[in-house]
């Protein structure tokens, strides 16, 4: 794809993604979640992205298999578009959050926006790594879960048990499509070391650190807060009853 495709699929991206969160405006809100419009707006926009490039970085390695033997320089036009457009949402994304959210409360994931919009930027723009780029994209598989465990959460669902078994699908996925997945391209990167120049080794290095430690960290509050918590409720629970 030339530079004039790039912009232009990357442009159309964020207006798509515009386009969805105002769509979400006009659709009706849960009441517990009309304290906090923006961000049930934010998640459930996520959540689409996450569905169109969890399935579709899927369909790249079904449809071209190649890519999966040589993540340097093979690539299709299909893949190359996913990537496009998945800066696309990442740079709406990071302008939504900056305009209506305090940055102490975002620094995180705006960070982490940036990290993913420069190495994938990199990577559309030299058309190298953009097999790496799939597979990092993978990653969305498990974010339809964690979008929709967000959403339940706001509507006041969590009680329920498509919740509960949500939650099991979203650490099941999360240990398959973050935690190895991130695994897997630290091992590759690390492998092909003398394939890869100094620069473009250092920034996937340092993004998989951080994108590492993060997914840990986040790893840590699902299961304290979806089983541990439950958990620890149910023991106090029995404690009351047999004081009673």
């Not at 995180?108 to 990092?136: D, K, M, P």
């Not at 492998?191 to 650190?209: C, D, K, Q």
């Amino acid at each position: 794809m030339e530079l004039n495709s790039v912009i232009l699929t990357t442009g159309a991206s964020v207006g798509f993604f515009k386009c969805v969160n105002y769509g979400i405006d006009k659709l009706p809100i849960p009441e517990t979640a009309q304290r906090n419009a923006w961000k049930w707006k934010n998640i459930s926009t996520s959540f689409v992205h996450s569905l169109i490039t969890g399935v579709w970085s899927v369909l790249c390695f079904y449809i071209h298999p190649q890519m999966a033997e040589d993540l340097i320089a093979t690539y299709s036009v299909f893949s190359h578009a996913l990537v496009s457009v998945s800066i696309g949402y990442f740079i709406y994304d990071f302008f939504d959050m900056v305009l209506n959210q305090k940055i102490g409360q975002s620094w995180e994931l705006l960070f982490h926006h940036l990290v993913v919009i420069t190495c994938f930027g990199i990577s559309v723009l030299s058309c190298r790594y953009v097999g790496f780029a799939v597979v990092a994209l993978l990653v969305e598989i498990n974010s339809i879960f964690l979008h929709l465990r967000q959403v339940l959460r706001m509507a006041n669902l969590a009680k329920y048990t498509f919740y509960r078994v949500n939650s099991m699908i979203n650490l099941g996925t999360y240990v398959v499509f973050r935690i190895n997945t991130l695994a897997w391209m630290t091992r590759w990167l690390v492998l092909n070391r003398e394939h890869i120049p100094l620069f473009s080794y250092t920034m996937g290095s340092v993004g998989l650190a951080i994108m590492t430690a993060m997914n840990i960290v986040l790893f840590y509050r699902l299961m304290r807060s979806d089983f541990m918590k439950s958990s620890r409720e149910k023991e106090v629970k029995k404690e009351k009853e047999i004081q009673e």
